[in-house]
Nanobody
């Protein structure tokens, strides 16, 4: 059974940085793209970033482009989300996701096979 375990969320002031991570286990995960989604209170879950199976190609939502960087370490079965210049609007529960496909852009559109439990990111003004 695939498991995705996030960590590294927290409380930070606007303009600050966080770097949550997601450790994956339970399968041949190197064949799949991985990504991050987020859900703020009262809002739908939305795509944030995706990385392809190799780690070479990434894709971002417009709202985070230039501020967030997704990366993966296949040897460690871990992905990271470096979040800089954080804004109060980034406050949400951040979920790690294992995509149905291999492409970074496909994380947004191809559907998700497995979700993590989420890690809370809170940005104060």
């Amino acid at each position: 059974q695939v498991q995705l375990v996030e960590s590294g969320g927290g409380l930070v002031q606007a303009g600050g940085s966080l770097r949550p991570s997601c450790a994956a286990s339970g399968g041949i995960l190197n064949n799949y793209a991985l990504g991050w989604f987020r859900q703020a209170p009262g809002k739908e879950r939305e795509f944030v970033a995706g990385v392809d199976w190799s780690g070479d190609i990434t894709h971002y939502a417009d709202s985070v482009k230039g501020r967030f960087t997704i990366s993966r370490d296949n040897a460690m079965n871990t992905i990271y989300l470096q979040m800089n210049s954080l804004k109060p609007g980034d406050t949400a529960l951040y979920y790690c996701a294992l995509s149905r496909g291999r492409t970074a852009q496909g994380v947004r559109t191809n559907g998700v096979l497995f979700w993590g439990q989420g890690t809370q990111v809170t940005v104060s003004s």
